[in-house]
């Protein structure tokens, strides 16, 4: 779908329309405009090279193809996915994982440029933040599987703290403020003594290493849809 001027029609500036589609819930306008425009510029390209040079033209707009695709792919790794990332995000329901998140085969496709990667990456994140954070616990999970010694030390810094709690609550450490303190800070040094030398920031590193990619590959590929508006109640 490509548009077409209006002279009729109001300048309406790049981000106020896009604020506007967001809080309509239809930013997918935005992302199939753009993959349209840019595999018309694409086919245009590699005709006008092959007309011009038949084999040279077509093996350089192919070149050019790989190489622009190249540059989007690693500039995903330069965005900063939880830029409109809020709180709130995580506060509503979690998008179906079926149609939702994984959706069909038609449902993904590669970037056509880095403002179309940046638009369905910081869209995706916020709209399957949940999604996300589900997945991060489950490689958390699987990572102190491979890890049994992390797994141990885990479970031993919280056995700590449900221990210095039941101490706090058993000798009123509230009414002393200062030992209190003290306390904290010793079991605080305990914690990550054992999370250290159990290897846990191993398991968290890769956690989060491998949470991190899935998220970014899938939000760029990830096509946008449009958001479901809540019916509105029938007028008496």
């Given at each position: 779908?490509?548009?077409?001027?209006?002279?009729?029609?109001?300048?309406?500036?790049?981000?106020?329309?896009?604020?506007?589609?967001?809080?309509?819930?239809?930013?997918?306008?935005?992302?199939?405009?753009?993959?349209?425009?840019?595999?018309?510029?694409?086919?245009?390209?590699?005709?006008?090279?092959?007309?011009?040079?038949?084999?040279?033209?077509?093996?350089?707009?192919?070149?050019?193809?790989?190489?622009?695709h190249l540059w989007i792919l690693?500039?995903?790794?330069?965005?900063?996915?939880?830029?409109?990332?809020?709180?709130?995000?995580?506060?509503?329901?979690?998008?179906?994982?079926?149609?939702?998140?994984?959706?069909?085969?038609?449902?993904?496709?590669?970037?056509?440029?880095?403002?179309?990667?940046?638009?369905?990456?910081?869209?995706?994140?916020?709209?399957?933040?949940?999604?996300?954070?589900?997945?991060?616990?489950?490689?958390?999970?699987?990572?102190?599987?491979?890890?049994?010694?992390?797994?141990?030390?885990?479970?031993?810094?919280?056995?700590?703290?449900?221990?210095?709690?039941?101490?706090?609550?058993?000798?009123?450490?509230?009414?002393?403020?200062?030992?209190?303190?003290?306390?904290?800070?010793?079991?605080?040094?305990?914690?990550?003594?054992?999370?250290?030398?159990?290897?846990?920031?191993?398991?968290?590193?890769?956690?989060?290493?491998?949470?991190?990619?899935?998220?970014?590959?899938?939000?760029?590929?990830?096509?946008?849809?449009?958001?479901?508006?809540?019916?509105?109640?029938?007028?008496?």
């Open positions: 779908m490509v548009f077409s001027s209006n002279p009729l029609s109001l300048s309406v500036p790049d981000p106020t329309f896009e604020t506007w589609l967001r809080d309509s819930g239809y930013l997918n306008v935005i992302d199939d405009h753009q993959s349209a425009a840019a595999a018309t510029d694409r086919s245009s390209t590699i005709t006008e090279s092959t007309t011009n040079i038949p084999i040279t033209g077509f093996l350089w707009g192919y070149l050019v193809s790989f190489f622009s690693l500039s995903l790794f330069t965005l900063n996915p939880f830029s409109k990332l809020t709180t709130n995000d995580f506060s509503g329901e979690t998008p179906s994982w079926t149609q939702g998140f994984f959706g069909d085969c038609g449902s993904y496709s590669f970037p056509a440029a880095v403002s179309q990667a940046r638009l369905r990456v910081h869209e995706n994140v916020k709209r399957y933040a949940r999604n996300y954070a589900s997945l991060f616990i489950l490689f958390f999970a699987c990572s102190l599987y491979q890890l049994p010694l992390a797994l141990v030390g885990l479970i031993s810094s919280l056995a700590l703290w449900d221990l210095f709690r039941f101490l706090s609550d058993k000798w009123g450490l509230d009414g002393f403020p200062a030992t209190q303190q003290v306390l904290i800070r010793i079991a605080q040094c305990a914690t990550a003594i054992i999370l250290i030398w159990l290897n846990v920031q191993m398991a968290l590193c890769c956690a989060l290493g491998v949470s991190y990619i899935v998220m970014i590959l899938h939000a760029a590929f990830r096509k946008l849809t449009p958001v479901k508006q809540p019916s509105q109640g029938r007028r008496k």
